[in-house]
């Protein structure tokens, strides 16, 4: 016979567990934020200078923390994708967009990204063209306008 009580109190339990990841994640989550956000303000200030290693090691290690509680939350995986294009890792960065894009295809940011990227892009090849002497190089980054989109307002 099943005991209802106890699939009452189990599922309770299992509720208590499940907020409590949850507010984990968003602490974690907002954490990582304000870490990426950090980061892309120095690479405005200095685009010319490497982003501190310890400073990178500390927005992936967040962002990581955050996918590992919420791994179906595409506002990581996209935060990830530019945290990895801050680092000049432009295929990394496309890869975390792909999944944030295949959890969530109407996310608004994944187009903001997506076109940064392409732009970089094109902007890296045209460079390429061009005697050494004919253009500057290019800038690392171009500004995210806005990090709201990155909130967790729909989670």
Not at 11 to 34: H, L, M, P
Not at 102 to 109: A, E, V, Y
Not at 116 to 139: I, S, T, V
Request: glycine share 0%; proline share 6%.
């Amino acid at each position: 016979m099943l005991d209802f009580e106890a699939l009452a109190e189990a599922k309770a339990d299992a509720r208590q567990i499940n907020e409590k990841v949850q507010q984990r994640f968003v602490k974690t989550y907002e954490s990582a934020v304000t870490q990426v956000m950090n980061l892309h303000q120095l690479s405005l200030e200095a685009p010319e200078q490497r982003l501190p290693e310890r400073l990178l090691r500390q927005a992936v290690d967040e962002l990581a923390k955050a996918i590992d509680l919420k791994p179906s939350a595409a506002q990581s995986y996209a935060l990830y994708s530019y945290l990895f294009f801050l680092m000049e890792n432009l295929p990394q960065a496309r890869k975390y967009l792909q999944t944030a894009r295949k959890l969530n295809p109407g996310f608004s940011k994944i187009a903001v990204l997506e076109a940064l990227y392409n732009d970089f892009e094109a902007l890296q090849a045209l460079h390429q063209q061009l005697p050494a002497d004919a253009a500057p190089a290019p800038l690392r980054i171009k500004p995210i306008e806005t990090f709201d989109d990155f909130q967790l307002a729909d989670i």
